[in-house]
C-alpha cells in the first residue's frame, strides 16, 4: 500500500479492497441484505468467475458504526447489484445523461466532489471495500448527490458483463494499490487486456483519466495506454491536473513534501 498516498483511501486495507471483519458486523442488528453487502465480494452471485488476476486481496478492516448503519440503509436507494448483463443507464439514474466509470473510490471524497461540480453527468463508482461503500453512500445522502451510483464487486468484471460497448463518456482511476512489489506488479489493474477492455468501453471522443503518486506506476501506465490502439494521448507525456478532479489533502500534504503525482488523460479516438 502506497503510505504516501494522496487519494481519499485509508491507510489499510489497500485500494478496492473488501471489508470482511466479522466483529464489525456485530456492532449492531443488520438485514440480510447488509450482511449479504459485507459478505466476501471474491464471486459475488451470478458472477461467472474470476479469469484474471484480481488487483485486490481479502483483508480484515475496521468499519465505523456510521458505515454500517449508511450499509443498511442506503444500499438499496443507491447501490446497483452486480449482474452478468448489460446496465442500462438511463434506468439506473432514472435520466439520459453522460455516464463516467470511476474505479476505486476509496472513501469517496474525490468521487462526492467531482458529481457535485458535474450535475449534468452521471457518475458510477465501483468499489469492493466495504467501509468506503458506506462512507459514500453517507456522502450521497449528506450532500444530496442524485447523479451517483454505486457497483459493489470486482471492477474487471463489472466493465467486462455490465458495461455496453461504445457507452462510457469517461473513466476515472485514480490512485489505484501500487503494488510496490516487483513481483506483485502482475497485480496492478491497469495492464494491457483491462485497458483494451475499457477503450472498448469508451465512446468516440470519451476518455481515460488515470493518476498515481508512484512514479515506476505512472510509467507503467504511460507505456499500457500508449499501446492500445483505440486511445490517445491529450498531452506530450503526463498531463497536468484537470480542474475537475480535485486536491485532496492528503494529496496537498504529498506534495508539499516532494512527492510526485502523474495524471495521464486519454481520449477514445475510433
Known amino acids: 500500500m502506497n503510505t504516501n498516498n494522496p487519494a481519499d483511501k485509508p491507510a489499510t486495507p489497500p485500494v478496492n479492497t473488501p471489508d470482511t471483519t466479522a466483529d464489525s458486523a456485530a456492532q449492531a ?20 468467475g474470476a479469469t484474471h488476476i484480481r488487483s485486490f486481496v481479502h483483508r480484515r478492516g475496521h468499519i465505523t458504526q456510521g458505515q454500517l448503519a449508511a450499509l443498511e440503509r442506503l444500499m438499496g436507494q443507491w447501490s446497483i447489484p452486480y449482474a ?17 466509470l ?20 452521471n457518475f458510477l463508482g465501483v468499489e469492493v471495500f466495504n467501509a468506503g461503500v458506506g462512507s459514500l453512500l453517507r456522502r450521497i445522502e449528506d450532500s444530496n448527490i442524485p447523479n451517483l451510483r454505486i457497483i459493489q464487486h470486482d471492477a474487471v468484471e463489472v ?22 512489489k516487483k513481483r506483485h506488479h502482475k497485480r496492478r489493474l ?13 465512446a468516440p471522443g470519451g476518455y481515460i483519466h488515470c493518476a498515481t503518486d508512484w512514479e515506476d506506476y505512472a510509467v507503467q501506465m504511460l507505456e499500457v495506454l500508449s499501446g492500445e490502439p483505440l486511445l490517445a494521448n491529450t498531452a506530450d507525456g503526463y498531463a ?5 478532479r480535485p486536491l485532496t489533502k492528503f494529496e496537498t500534504r504529498g506534495l508539499r513534501l516532494g ?12
Open 102 to 121: 470511476e474505479i476505486g473510490f476509496g472513501m469517496g471524497e474525490t468521487t462526492e466532489k467531482i458529481a457535485l461540480a458535474r450535475p449534468d453527468d
Open 159 to 180: 466493465v467486462r458483463d455490465m458495461i455496453a460497448p461504445d457507452s462510457l463518456a469517461g473513466v476515472h482511476v485514480y490512485f489505484p494499490d501500487p503494488w510496490p
Open 84 to 100: 452478468a448483463r448489460r446496465l442500462d443507464p438511463a434506468a439506473a439514474f432514472g435520466r439520459q445523461a453522460p455516464t463516467v
Open 240 to 244: 497536468p491536473r484537470p480542474d475537475y
Open 29 to 48: 442488528p443488520v438485514s440480510p441484505e447488509t450482511q449479504a453487502a459485507l459478505a466476501s465480494t471474491a464471486h459475488a452471485p451470478n458472477s461467472p
Open 259 to 270: 512527492h510526485g503525482v502523474w495524471d495521464l488523460i486519454f481520449k477514445r479516438v475510433a
Open 190 to 202: 491497469l495492464q494491457p487486456a483491462f485497458v483494451s477492455l475499457l477503450a472498448s468501453r469508451i
